[in-house]
């Protein structure tokens, strides 16, 4: 009779063939061996289940099943698209499908630019080095099926190549027309010695989506990265990001969410130089009385060089029974000395029918750092919201201005205040719209 563990590899690998029974992945070009590689770490862990450690808190039935769920099509009437006021290189995916006729001309952006889908027709590529190998290195000590099936099984996304400072800020703009499309993207950004860029995101892929970016940070570069995901209420999104930051690298990451049935972003963060950097920072808001709402961030930051420094700051605001998980890990390696790592999550819980679970990690091999970690959650302070009442402010705005207060410390993460005062506006605009 097979034993427990068995039976549950069994179905782990019967939800592996019936995902890839529907799926055409592509063959030939760079990245032939790459695809290879992350098809055979595939089915050697299956497509996870509720007990695997972490995600017994996310239920990934609707993220394994062989065809997309249908999901309503959003049309955000009450606000302005996404990052339209700023001066940027706008890019733009229709249900994963790179638009020509919406998009900037990819030739004049002032970095090089490629389209994975046309740049895999060659047998060598710039991104040959990169393609699938952060992903590969982010598989230890935790399996990410989803960040391989990505590498395997991705159709399109961006090569982006910068080698000095990026004029504008790039913009991928996803856009969702179709109610049952099924989006995997892969985008590998590499930014060499003493590059720097801001990339903006935004919008829901498709209907479900898989989106896995590779961000390679050489010495002295500097990466920005903003995502905004869209207000979407059915779809399902599961995101990774990869990173190895070099010697004085920075990478800098900061993702806001409203709404999503089922949303789950992981980012794993390598510091391999020393005196490198790496923020990672999100804001997300949900309302549970149209549809679920389930959001999960769960990352991990390896220091392995001198003088590191890595922040985690993570806000959740929570009303009518939504959901919200946080699994972060700082892992400070031997000889990784003077590492300042930080990391704190917090949720806001509007009533009684939401719920907040994290799992904060510490694991430390050098004897001479600064690392901390907390988590709290909690309701609205009743004596904050007394004081802005008695001065004749409306139940509602107070409340309002007390979620932007909590809010204040993962947005303020944003270095750029124009950028960082647009992703407020969304939050003030998505309070108004939800407002009790």
Same mark, same amino acid.
């Given at each position: 009779?097979?034993t427990a563990?068995?039976?549950?590899?069994a179905l782990?690998?019967?939800?592996?063939?019936?995902?890839?029974?529907a799926?055409?992945?592509p063959?030939?070009?760079f990245?032939?061996t790459?695809?290879?590689?992350a098809?055979?770490?595939?089915?050697?862990m299956?497509?996870?289940?509720?007990?695997?450690?972490?995600?017994?808190?996310?239920n990934p039935?609707?993220?394994n099943?062989?065809?997309?769920?249908?999901?309503?099509?959003?049309n955000p009437? $009450?606000?302005?698209?996404?990052f339209?006021?700023f001066e940027?290189v706008?890019?733009?995916?229709?249900?994963?499908?790179?638009?020509?006729?919406l998009? $900037?001309?990819?030739?004049?952006?002032?970095?090089?630019?490629?389209?994975?889908a046309?740049a895999?027709?060659?047998d060598?590529?710039?991104?040959?080095?990169?393609?699938?190998?952060?992903?590969?290195?982010?598989?230890?000590?935790v399996?990410?099926?989803?960040?391989?099936?990505?590498?395997?099984a991705?159709?399109?996304?961006?090569?982006?190549?910068?080698?000095?400072?990026?004029?504008?800020?790039?913009?991928? $703009?996803?856009? /969702?027309?179709?109610t049952?499309?099924?989006a995997?993207?892969? /985008?590998?950004?590499?930014l060499?010695e003493?590059?720097?860029?801001?990339?903006?995101?935004?919008?829901?892929?498709?209907?479900?989506?898989?989106?896995v970016t590779?961000?390679?940070?050489?010495?002295?570069?500097?990466f920005h990265?903003?995502?905004?995901?869209?207000?979407?209420q059915?779809?399902?999104?599961?995101? /990774?990001i990869?990173?190895r930051?070099?010697?004085?690298?920075?990478f800098?990451?900061?993702?806001?969410t409203s709404?999503?049935?089922?949303?789950r972003?992981?980012?794993?963060?390598?510091?391999?130089g020393?005196?490198a950097?790496?923020h990672?920072a999100?804001?997300?808001v949900?309302?549970?009385?149209?549809?679920?709402f389930h /959001?999960?961030d769960?990352v991990?930051?390896?220091?392995?060089?001198?003088n590191?420094?890595?922040?985690?700051v993570f806000k959740k605001?929570?009303?009518?029974?939504a959901?919200?998980?946080?699994?972060?890990?700082?892992?400070?390696?031997?000889?990784?000395?003077?590492?300042?790592g930080?990391?704190?999550?917090?949720?806001?819980?509007?009533?009684g029918?939401?719920?907040?679970?994290?799992?904060?990690e510490?694991?430390?091999?050098a004897d001479d750092?600064a690392?901390?970690?907390?988590s709290?959650?909690?309701?609205?302070?009743?004596?904050a919201?007394?004081?802005?009442?008695?001065?004749?402010?409306?139940?509602?705005?107070?409340v309002?201005?007390?979620?932007?207060?909590f809010?204040? $410390?993962?947005v303020?993460?944003?270095?750029d205040?124009?950028?960082?005062?647009?992703?407020?506006?969304?939050?003030?605009g998505?309070?108004?719209?939800?407002a009790?």
């Amino acid at each position: 009779m097979a034993t427990a563990k068995e039976r549950n590899l069994a179905l782990k690998a019967d939800a592996l063939d019936a995902r890839l029974a529907a799926m055409d992945l592509p063959k030939g070009g760079f990245t032939a061996t790459a695809r290879a590689d992350a098809l055979a770490r595939l089915k050697a862990m299956g497509l996870p289940g509720r007990r695997d450690e972490y995600w017994r808190w996310t239920n990934p039935t609707a993220l394994n099943a062989p065809e997309a769920p249908e999901a309503a099509i959003f049309n955000p009437k $009450d606000e302005r698209a996404n990052f339209d006021t700023f001066e940027r290189v706008r890019l733009v995916f229709v249900d994963g499908v790179f638009s020509e006729d919406l998009s $900037d001309d990819l030739v004049n952006t002032g970095v090089e630019i490629s389209r994975l889908a046309e740049a895999d027709a060659a047998d060598i590529h710039w991104a040959q080095s990169l393609y699938g190998k952060l992903e590969a290195d982010g598989q230890k000590p935790v399996d990410r099926p989803y960040a391989a099936l990505n590498t395997a099984a991705a159709t399109d996304g961006l090569l982006i190549k910068v080698t000095g400072q990026a004029a504008k800020p790039v913009h991928i $703009d996803y856009l /969702h027309e179709d109610t049952t499309s099924d989006a995997i993207l892969h /985008h590998v950004v590499k930014l060499e010695e003493g590059a720097e860029i801001t990339l903006l995101e935004s919008g829901a892929a498709a209907a479900r989506f898989s989106i896995v970016t590779e961000v390679d940070v050489a010495k002295g570069a500097k990466f920005h990265h903003i995502r905004v995901q869209g207000r979407s209420q059915e779809r399902l999104a599961n995101t /990774h990001i990869f990173t190895r930051v070099g010697e004085e690298g920075l990478f800098k990451s900061f993702t806001m969410t409203s709404n999503g049935q089922l949303t789950r972003n992981e980012c794993v963060i390598d510091i391999v130089g020393d005196n490198a950097m790496a923020h990672v920072a999100g804001a997300a808001v949900g309302d549970g009385r149209k549809g679920p709402f389930h /959001h999960d961030d769960t990352v991990f930051i390896t220091h392995g060089a001198l003088n590191g420094e890595s922040r985690q700051v993570f806000k959740k605001v929570l009303k009518n029974g939504a959901q919200g998980i946080f699994q972060g890990k700082i892992l400070v390696k031997e000889g990784a000395q003077k590492t300042d790592g930080y990391q704190i999550s917090q949720s806001l819980l509007l009533d009684g029918d939401s719920q907040f679970l994290a799992k904060p990690e510490l694991e430390i091999y050098a004897d001479d750092v600064a690392c901390s970690h907390g988590s709290t959650t909690g309701a609205i302070d009743e004596t904050a919201l007394f004081y802005l009442r008695s001065r004749g402010v409306p139940k509602g705005i107070a409340v309002n201005l007390l979620v932007l207060s909590f809010m204040a $410390d993962a947005v303020e993460e944003i270095e750029d205040e124009a950028l960082r005062d647009d992703v407020l506006s969304r939050l003030e605009g998505w309070l108004a719209r939800h407002a009790s």
